[in-house]
């Protein structure tokens, strides 16, 4: 029990607070409570998001809980000393994060719990409506808890979009001996992290959002394919399984209902392909990951050939919400046919980037310019890129598109796993053309050939385009190789490469046509 | 794959003479395991440097600088992606996200977060690595 005369102050322990000083924030925060003989008790928790103000250090005062940021160390003196056990004011001060624009603009559901509460304690879970949606589940049974989720219109969160309750329901009414539930936390694409920020900041959302889809599809085993690139995600949702074993909220009799689900994690090495659900699928088996022929299907002959629901995280993490509150609440959020929110994540060069999680319909621009705020170095922006390395160029012009997938998708972009990187006017569009396809080279399967060769392939194109060579004859070879890679390639990696590279070149020609000419403007760092 | 990370985990890479002891134990064929081994970017077949540094090269971190950031790093210890420092102190890998990227450009330096990373903080870091004759 917390003692009644002790302040609770709460600090991120989320990777990207580490990454600029939290764990130096709270030393310096016991040293100098301990200094004042003041009690105070630490909490760690997720993030709230607000990325630009970590480390956010948040204060439970008779105001609520009243955050400051970015602390540094070496501010936690003044922060005493200026009162800030009571919420008193200081420069550094955010007020109540709920009152902040960022998150008062939000609707949060996936993330309800993420940065409020203590990340391995069952207790605050419980306090915060967890556990409510699998006793639902329970109440319900498998049937109802597919259709549940057909009917909330929630779809597939890592890029596809597909319906997650007709991919439930195939594998409901697939007959096997075992079947199983896989969660993607393969989250490879640049200017994404809300994966992340669940297993470090809610890890049981997702124990029962997983166990929820065990339940509904009969499924007594799962597993979370996590990434070697986030030890410290890893390490939390290792002990939270540990403490959910512990509890009884997993193995053979859960919650005292009957219910049997088993989870482990599993941790890739740093291959981006295996993002892809069949990939992942033959390294989770211990294999080399070399992307599958669909069909089969890994709903019908998925991990060990048996019937598997392969779902991002995103969306198992959605789960619980959507029992709890019913699929009509859900649905209620959204437009046309992107229903619910999406945990939008606003990244590089962009001067407020966190995770927004908002109803589908904001537009680009209102996402980079309103939220985001424009550019973290205050230079116009020139171009976002949307869904990850595989996401296409957006031009400002292009500002006005609804975030939505049918919107995104009639104008050759992708939402994907809900990633948005900007860039400013310095960036040079042939440069990223060129990475896009180094990237592709160095990260494919190697199956198909139009990808394993076409992308070192196009990187050379682009080299002589960039050289100034031929430039007019080597971008229409671009263009062909590129359509060659998206109609030649089984998966989405040597499919979904050209995205970035035709985006480039339509929407900023200019770095393409007249790389050598005089008066051409140069990258900043050229200057 | 559990297994090729515990052996690297110890050995700092994944010795050659352990793949046929593998490939028997799990009754593959040698080849099965080496092809495992060579597919993953992560396992090393031969031991890095006392420190290892990875830079973030995608997307998010190079809309920050992180691209001019890597490559004068890089030059300045006149090292290749990849390579080790001649005292075998410190090995620059590159790596594709590490989700920090609204606090680009990124790095982990044997497995400590550093964010909104300039050549000042970058060099600070690597200097106080190269230094630190300890094992991490």
Same mark, same amino acid.
């Given at each position: ?527 | ?43 090393? =077949? ?12 995608? =997307? ?10 890597? =490559? ?17 102190q410190v090995t620059i890998e590159p790596v594709y996200c590490l989700g920090l990227c609204a606090c680009a450009p990124a790095a982990l330096i044997d497995g400590r977060p ?23």
């Amino acid at each position: 029990m917390v003692d009644a005369m002790t302040t609770r102050i709460f600090i991120p322990r989320d990777v990207a607070a580490l990454a600029v000083g939290a764990d130096e924030v709270a030393r310096a925060v016991a040293a100098q409570a301990a200094a004042l003989s003041t009690a105070v008790t630490i909490v760690r928790t997720g993030s709230r998001g607000l990325f630009w103000l970590e480390p956010m250090v948040e204060v439970e005062t008779p105001l609520g809980r009243i955050a400051y940021g970015p602390v540094q160390a070496g501010d936690v003196a003044a922060l005493f000393a200026a009162g800030w056990l009571t919420g008193a004011t200081h420069p550094l001060r955010v007020g109540r994060p709920e009152d902040h624009p960022f998150l008062a603009r939000q609707t949060r559901l996936t993330f309800a719990r993420c940065g409020i509460v203590d990340p391995l304690s069952v207790e605050d879970y419980k306090a915060a409506g967890g556990y409510r949606g699998l006793a639902k589940a329970i109440e319900v049974g498998g049937a109802a808890t597919v259709e549940a989720v057909t009917k909330s219109g929630l779809r597939g969160r890592g890029g596809a979009g597909f319906p997650t309750g007709i991919k439930w329901k195939t594998v409901r009414d697939a007959v096997a001996d075992q079947k199983y539930i896989v969660c993607n936390a393969d989250e490879g694409d640049s200017g994404t992290f809300a994966d992340r920020m669940i297993l470090e900041g809610d890890p049981f959302c997702l124990i029962e959002g997983m166990t929820i889809a065990g339940l509904a599809v009969g499924a007594t085993r799962g597993y979370i394919y996590s990434r070697s690139e986030y030890p410290h995600a890893n390490a939390t949702m290792r002990a939270a399984l540990d403490i959910a074993r512990a509890a009884g909220l997993l193995g053979r009799d859960i919650l005292g209902s009957g219910l049997e689900f088993h989870l482990e994690l599993r941790v890739g090495a740093g291959a981006y392909v295996c993002g892809e659900e069949t990939a992942l699928l033959e390294s989770l088996e211990g294999k080399r990951g070399v992307v599958r022929a669909k069909p089969p299907l890994p709903a019908l002959k998925g991990l060990f050939g048996r019937p598997t629901v392969v779902n991002n995280l995103l969306s198992l993490a959605t789960i619980p919400v959507i029992l709890d509150l019913g699929a009509q609440y859900y649905a209620d959020f959204g437009m046309g046919r992107s229903r619910g929110t999406m945990p939008i994540q606003l990244a590089g060069n962009v001067l407020h980037g966190g995770l927004f999680e908002t109803a589908f319909g904001l537009t680009l621009g209102e996402i980079v310019m309103e939220v985001g705020g424009g550019t973290a170095s205050r230079r116009p922006v020139r171009a976002v890129q949307a869904g990850g390395p595989l996401g296409a160029y957006l031009p400002p012009s292009q500002f006005d598109t609804p975030y939505d997938y049918e919107a995104f998708a009639a104008r050759d972009a992708l939402i994907g796993h809900g990633g948005l990187v900007v860039f400013d006017d310095t960036v040079d569009m042939a440069h990223m053309a060129r990475f896009a396809m180094e990237f592709c080279a160095e990260e494919s399967c190697g199956k198909c050939t139009p990808c394993r060769i076409g992308s070192t392939r196009g990187a050379e194109v682009v080299d002589r385009i960039l050289a100034g060579r031929d430039v007019a004859a080597n971008i229409a070879l671009l263009e062909d190789l590129c359509n060659t890679m998206k109609f030649g390639s089984l998966c989405a990696l040597g499919g979904f490469t050209p995205y970035p590279v035709l985006s480039a070149i339509r929407h900023f020609p200019e770095d393409f046509h007249t790389r050598n000419s005089p008066g051409r403007r140069l990258p900043a760092a050229a200057e | 794959m559990p297994i090729l990370h515990a052996l690297q985990e110890t050995f700092g890479h994944v010795p050659e003479d352990a793949v046929p002891l593998l490939a028997d134990a799990l009754n593959l064929s040698r080849a099965d395991v080496h092809g495992i081994v060579s597919f993953y970017h992560d396992f090393r =077949e031969a031991p890095a440097g006392r420190h290892v540094v990875k830079l973030c090269r995608a =997307e998010a971190c190079q809309s920050m600088g992180g691209h001019t950031l890597a =490559e004068s790093l890089l030059r300045r210890l006149g090292l290749d992606w990849g390579g080790t420092t001649g005292d075998g102190q410190v090995t620059i890998e590159p790596v594709y996200c590490l989700g920090l990227c609204a606090c680009a450009p990124a790095a982990l330096i044997d497995g400590r977060p550093l964010g909104r990373l300039n050549r000042e903080r970058l060099d600070a870091a690597v200097n106080e690595a190269r230094n630190d004759w300890s094992t991490p």
